[in-house]
């Protein structure tokens, strides 16, 4: 293994983000099996990104043990303070926000300029909840006898493990980090294979900001090596997963043995619905940012366009002119509007689907592979299929690129069948300028996210995020709600009256 860098500052060959370790009890080193792996450039498999620790069992038990020794210390630092730390965090991530989204973009591909969106989404959660250090609300009652105190507040769980996607490699690692940090617990992460460089900056960042050795530990691997095994920890309290509803479960099961607290936001299938009333020219912008940023790898991507037959046909010419147009290339060129998929496995899943799409339905564009330079990429370009069901299997599996579905239907009802007709529920979406329609599919649409007059993908740090369905397991992240998933309720009762008094059993005097 090279050299392992340990300074805050970006190195100044971005090419070269040279080899890294793990990051246990406050010290960059190496795996102890001293194995590594290469990230490549998905825009271009020619240049390497970086080289990362590739760690096993033996490195997630180092890491959960140095955990569990930081917890009670951290633990007890008052909750504003640790919010002072995460506060310098969030500043220090602004003064790199630059550096940061472009090395995100390099190793996972995304443009630029969706790079910057999430780092600077992080920025946003580590200044709120740092903001929560002083908050943590707990709740007062009444008590239901004289002379008794009744309140509960939240403690921090203790241990936990987190484990995260490559396709929003800063604001998801925030969503989880800020809100377990800020409870008073620490960390084990495990960032996805295809990002470990993100995770490496946001570490040395944190690193930077204070927050003690062992708190934070980093492993990189793979998902069989390190995150199965982080599951599995009997030392480990809590799970964190971001990722596919087929990885979630298998982290469920992994933790079910250990009755840990798990908590899954997972895949989605999710649908912008188009009545005949929309704005076409806001259903055009808003369908091609929905459906193709990101390449379409957002779990909040509209992979199904639901359209009132009568505006079917115009609104397919427009769009399909529009989308047609759009550029493909590197993402850190600022030309480019659609960046590559993240490595050479997407993008044959997303080439099985399209040849399903040209079988079973009509491509109205895209569907060709793409040639010249773009050939040493990971790269799809942008299609569209027509004439499926909703029930189709490319309106059913969480494809994850940029190919989009469009399903006809006659008439509202139809409509909301077709956006519910899936096993996911994370964001859905209705164009209308009709008011009471808008009023019903909010209420008609089961997704954790309702859109209207926007498409499936703006969610805000300050409210919860995530999704009904096999799109996770009930627990949300963001705002308040990404406190429920780090913290344990702790209800105290202070009796000072000075005698027996006994609750819960038939206190009225007999008439
Ligand atoms: P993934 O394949 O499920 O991987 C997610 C993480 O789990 C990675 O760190 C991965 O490690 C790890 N992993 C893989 N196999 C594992 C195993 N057996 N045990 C424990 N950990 C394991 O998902 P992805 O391709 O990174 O991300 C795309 C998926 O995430 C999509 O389904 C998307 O919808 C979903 N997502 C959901 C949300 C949400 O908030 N609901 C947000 C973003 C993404 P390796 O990288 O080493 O394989």
New binding site residues.
Partial sequence: MGEILTSSTAPADLDNFGTHGNYVSGEWGPSVSGRTFIRRDPSDTRATVGTFAESDQSDVDEAVRAARAAQPDWNGVPAPKRGEILFRFGQLLARDKEFVARQVTREMGKVIEESRGDVQEAIDLAFLYAGEGRRLFGETAPSELRDKWAMSVREAIGVAGI??????PVA?PALRLMPALIAGNTVVW?????SPSSAVMLVRLLAEAGIPPGVVNLVTG???NV??PL?QHPDVDVIA????????R??AA?AAAGLKRVTL????KNAIAVMADADLDLVVESVVWAAFGTSGQR?TACSRLVVEEPIADRLLARLSDRVSALRLGPGLDTRTQVGPLVNHAAVERVARYVEIGRADGRLVCGGDAPEGDLANGHYVVPTIVDGLGADHVLAQD?V?GPLLTLIRVPDYPAAVEAVNATRYG?SSSIFTTDLHRAFRAMRDFRTGLVYVNGGTIGAETQLP???MKE??NGHR?AGRAGLDNFTEWKTLYVDYSGRLQRAQIDNQAPS
């Fill in positions: 484990i995260t996607p490559w396709n929003v998801i495990k960032p996805a294979s295809d793979s998902g069989n995150g199965l599951a997963f971001t990722g596919s509803t087929e990885v979630g298998q982290v992994a936001e997972l895949g989605g779990c969480e994850f994370l995020f995530g999704g799109t996770g992240d």
